[in-house]
């Protein structure tokens, strides 16, 4: 039996009943597909959900506002996912007539849709015989035939294409490309491979030669950035001070607090001392500081070392920056913020009573 007839044979008796697999609509699919990049299938589902219950079109989405893609999104991360996704409905909306492109020439064109996701979409929405290759096709292909080059190489890339190319059932694209991801999510799996129920446990070269922890080989290694940020967290009885990022870096056009610039963490009393030279430049009173943190947290390319410290003042001062406004304490989490925010504000909320 060809490896595809057998892919799709275990598929059919094995796969799980997701939303996004009873449609072939291109909206949903694509919708699907950018909020599983980075996301957990479990964690992904809700999202996936809240986001059909909002904008149940392309159209609809087009409309929205981003701070309100923002907010649905919160606590997914890698946010230009979110930004890109709506930038791309409104390009399907304003230059398609609402109508996704039916070939994959045409949809990696479009913003935030690369070679896998336009791959997903073809094959699943509109029987285009293309492969699609993430990181659990290079973990399948890589096991059972053996492939040894770097996952993250030009090389790498074009060898497992080809090879994911000459596996594909041309007749039945969507089901075998759903079927090898599937595979990957469920029996080949990263850290404990299901090798004992495996259909290809036979030919499997990594199970033969003992080397399933080896492979996919990837060459390079991810250098992970340290990074210090020290809030300054103003709020009076009802307010509370807030800032949106920049459009760059990280967490672009998030709203957070103001920042004590540092090469490394500030100690407690440095930062109190900062927060009131900043509140008398600024012309109010403190009223109490309390310190929170620090919290950890961790992006692909940095850690992250946050520290707190919650100032109440008097009144609000009138002295502020563009990026800056006073908004109700009870209507700050109805902004958009980094999930290392949501965290500090899960803690702090309880220790600083809010109305």
């Not at 990696?108 to 015989?129: D, H, N, R």
């Not at 993430?134 to 030009?154: E, M, P």
């Not at 991801?181 to 499997?204: H, N």
Request: hydrophobic share 40%; net charge neutral; proline share 4%.
């Amino acid at each position: 039996m060809s490896f595809s007839k057998s892919l799709i044979l275990w598929y059919q008796g094995n796969h799980r009943d997701l939303p996004w697999r009873n449609t072939t609509d291109p909206y949903k699919v694509w919708l699907s597909e950018v909020i599983l990049q980075q996301t957990r299938v479990d964690q992904g589902l809700s999202y996936y959900h809240k986001f059909v219950d909002s904008y149940p079109q392309v159209q609809d989405l087009a409309a929205a506002e981003e701070d309100d893609v923002l907010k649905l999104w919160q606590g997914l991360g890698y946010y230009s996912r979110a930004r890109n996704l709506l930038k791309t409905a409104r390009i399907i909306t304003e230059q398609y007539a609402g109508e996704f492109p039916s070939t994959y020439a045409e949809l990696v064109k479009l913003k935030g849709i690369g070679p896998y996701t336009g791959s997903a979409i073809a094959s699943f929405c509109f029987q285009e015989p293309v492969a699609v290759v993430d990181g659990n096709v290079y973990r399948v292909l890589s096991r059972v035939f053996g492939v040894k080059t770097a996952i993250d190489s030009t090389l790498g890339q074009k060898e497992f294409k080809s090879l994911a190319l000459k596996l594909l059932d041309q007749n039945h694209p969507d089901i075998h490309n759903q079927a090898i991801m599937e595979f990957g999510a469920l029996v080949c799996t990263a850290k404990t491979p299901k090798c004992q129920s495996c259909v290809f446990s036979q030919e499997c070269y990594a199970l033969k030669t003992k080397s399933i922890d080896k492979l996919p080989f990837k060459a390079g290694k991810t250098i992970v950035k340290k990074i210090s940020i020290n809030y300054l967290v103003f709020s009076t009885s009802t307010h509370i001070l807030i800032k949106q990022r920049a459009e760059n870096g990280i967490w672009q056009n998030l709203w957070d607090f103001p920042e004590i610039q540092s090469t490394g963490e500030i100690a407690d009393f440095e930062l109190q001392q900062r927060a009131l030279e900043e509140s008398e430049s600024r012309k109010t009173n403190v009223i109490s500081l309390e310190t929170f943190g620090p919290f950890e947290h961790l992006l692909s390319h940095r850690k992250i070392k946050a520290h707190f410290l919650w100032v109440k003042v008097e009144k609000p001062f009138k002295k502020l920056l563009e990026t800056e406004k006073w908004v109700e304490l009870k209507e700050y989490d109805s902004y958009a913020i980094p999930r290392l925010i949501e965290r500090f504000w899960e803690v702090a909320a309880v220790k600083i009573p809010i109305d």
